[in-house]
Structure formats: C-alpha cells, structure tokens
C-alpha cells in the first residue's frame, strides 16, 4: 500500500480560478464561467464514507478581483446511465449530497468530507462532475472532471466478493483506472491491500 493512500486522508488543493465575463452580481449564466486552472483530478470513495478529503478552491472575478465572504457548496454527479459512479446518497440518481465549508479564508474556502459511492463502469469516460456553487442563493456554478475510484468496483454499493472478481479480472487485463485505487499509475498489490481493508463496507 502506498503511503499516500495510507494515512486515509488525501490531502488535496484545487485552485478554481474563474472568469466571470460580467460582473458578479450579473445574473446567473453558467456559460459565462470560465475554469482556468485545476490541480484536482482523484478522489477516493468508499460506500462507508471512511476516506476522507481536504479540499480547498479559491474564487476570483473576471478582473482578479476576490469573491469573499461567499456562499459556497460542492456536489458530485453522473449524468447519463449506466452511471460510472453509484451514491450512497441517490443510487438512482447518480447524485451525492451536498457539502459546505468547514471554513474560509478571505476568497479561499475549506472543506472536509468524504464520498460514500462505489463506481460501476469504465469511468475513464469522465462521466462525473464535481459542481462548485457560489452566491447568495448558490446562482453560480463551475464543473470540474474529477476521477473517482471505489473498492466497491461493481456498483452495488457493498464491498465484498464480486468485486474481488472485478479486480481480478482487470489485474489480468491492461491498466484500467477504475482498479487503480490510489491512483499511483498502476494496478498491483498496493490496491488489492486497499480492497481488502474495505471488505464488508457498505452505505451508512
Ligand atoms: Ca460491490
Ligand atoms: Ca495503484
């Protein structure tokens, strides 16, 4: 097992650095919201919601200018079926709960949480956006293309024997990200040890 993965707590910072064509109190236009840079792209899920994530984003307007003091939430979705990631939270709807700031420092804002979701499909499509809403009633919103990966690798949201046989499978076949559980570039005994440490989980 990788020392990244094993402290349980993955340290990671995005820097969402958006461009607003007009001005912040303009109304709410999504096309009008550019992403310039993400350092972001895995996070680790588990139907037990155990692996949790610091998450941190910083916004800015179209003239650089800090948006402060804002209202600010995440959510993770699928958007077409076969979904690639199953939520704990809307199993039939490809869509995790809410998450809101556990602080904020002038236009950077800090979350902890973690993912209850297995993942069922190939999810190297980028079938998954992680929304990030800001405003006074959350009327802003940018999309980011995170990869997502589950012990539960067949989706049925309980971590057990049928996904021994979905990672076996693809340990036998060529690299797929969906058994790359800590996302080191490789599929070997490091994620079979993550599989394991899962067993028997399940959704709260
Ligand atoms: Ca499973
Ligand atoms: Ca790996």
Known sequence: MSARYGTTKLFFT?????????AVSASADISNVILVEQHMRFFAACPAGDIVHNLSFYLVDDYGSPIVGANTRISFYT???????VFCDDPTGGQ????????????????TFALAAGVEVDHTSHNVRMR???????????????????PDLNGDLVV???????????????????????????????????L?????????
């Not at 995005?14 to 007009?22: K, S």
């Not at 990030?132 to 997502?148: A, H, K, T």
């Not at 394991?196 to 709260?204: F, S």
């Open 79 to 85: 958007n077409a079926e076969p979904y690639s990631v």
């Open 132 to 150: 990030v809403e800001w405003g006074s009633n959350y009327e802003f919103s940018d999309l980011l293309l995170p990869f997502i990966s589950s």
């Open 160 to 194: 057990n024997l049928g996904d021994y046989g979905v990672f076996a499978t693809i340990f036998r076949g060529d690299y797929d990200l969906r058994a790359d559980l800590d996302n080191n570039g490789e599929v070997n005994l490091g994620d079979i040890a993550i």
């Open 14 to 22: 995005i820097i969402l650095a958006v461009a607003l064509l007009g």
């Open 196 to 204: 394991v440490n899962h067993v028997g989980h399940t959704c709260p």
């Open 96 to 111: 995790s709960d809410y998450f809101y700031p556990v602080g904020s420092e002038g236009n950077t804002y800090h979350y």
